[in-house]
């Protein structure tokens, strides 16, 4: 294990904060030696076989049994292959889609990229419409490709969507939280305002509650306790709750 990487679960971390694997002091020489496997997440990269450094500044995290990354309230999204996101049809030329995802340059999506698709049979897809798709292409050098349905072929809730909803932006760090299994925000939220929620990974949320009010108050809820600590959360949830906002 990386020396002193559990004891900084909970602290803040800088860019430059360096971590050195920990070498046993006496080897056994019956049994096998067994790195401990440590995946990284976001935040952490590793520099050589025994080093490892940390790029983003944030509040280190763990997960058990060997997770660790760094969160932040970072709002610039980069693709990765496999996330998937909310995005907005820009340009249909010919067999494409061009897509907005808030990255740093447009993803490209094929009309045959959707469940049941062929040449004659083509999705009704217009500019402006919201898609919530996977990235099946996600480089430094090749342009991103976005699909709407998964390795069976399956749209699996995956495709063109939005109908009577609305969409905003918050930080990625409020994304991950509301992605746990057993998201304490979510939780909060469904128990004041069930709605409809559509989660992308690149900050993007789309909500839909019973009336145009209650969906401005799940947007307003969510976007205020970005930046508040769980009390703070609360409290603002049992305001809500009473009416006061």
């Known amino acids: ?34 790195p401990e496997k440590v995946l990284l997440g976001p935040g952490l990269k590793r520099k050589g076989d025994r080093k490892l450094l940390v790029v983003k500044s944030g509040v280190l995290r763990h997960k058990q049994p060997h997770v660790f990354w760094v969160e932040n309230q970072q709002r610039r999204y980069v693709p ?30 094929s009309y ?36 709407c349905v998964d ?5 699996n809730g995956m495709g063109v969507f939005g109908a009577g909803g609305l969409l905003f932006s918050v930080s990625l760090g409020l994304i ?3 992605l746990r299994p057993r998201s304490d925000v979510l939780s909060d939220l469904q128990k004041l305002l069930p709605c409809e929620l559509v989660v992308g990974m690149n900050g993007r949320l789309w909500a839909r509650a019973s009336s145009v009010q209650q ?6 809820l969510l976007q205020s306790c ?12 049992r305001r809500a709750a009473q009416g006061a906002l």
């Open 151 to 155: 390795s069976a072929g399956r749209a």
């Open 176 to 178: 991950r939280r509301l």
């Open 112 to 147: 045959l990229a959707f469940e049941g698709a062929t040449k004659r049979n083509r999705p009704n897809v217009q500019v402006g419409d919201l898609v919530f798709a996977q990235f099946s292409v996600a480089n430094q050098h090749m342009e991103p490709e976005l699909v």
């Open 226 to 237: 970005d930046t508040m600590s769980p009390p703070q959360r609360q409290q603002l949830f």
């Open 1 to 34: 294990m990386f020396s002193g990487l559990r004891e900084k679960v909970g602290q803040v971390l800088v860019p430059g904060d360096e971590f050195c694997l920990e070498i046993p002091e006496t080897l056994s020489l019956s049994e096998p030696m067994k």
């Open 215 to 220: 969906t401005l108050v799940v947007s307003n």
């Open 80 to 109: 990765a292959r496999g996330e998937t996101v909310i995005g907005i049809i820009t340009v249909k030329s010919g067999d494409v889609f061009k897509v907005d995802v808030g990255g740093s340059e447009q993803a490209s999506l």
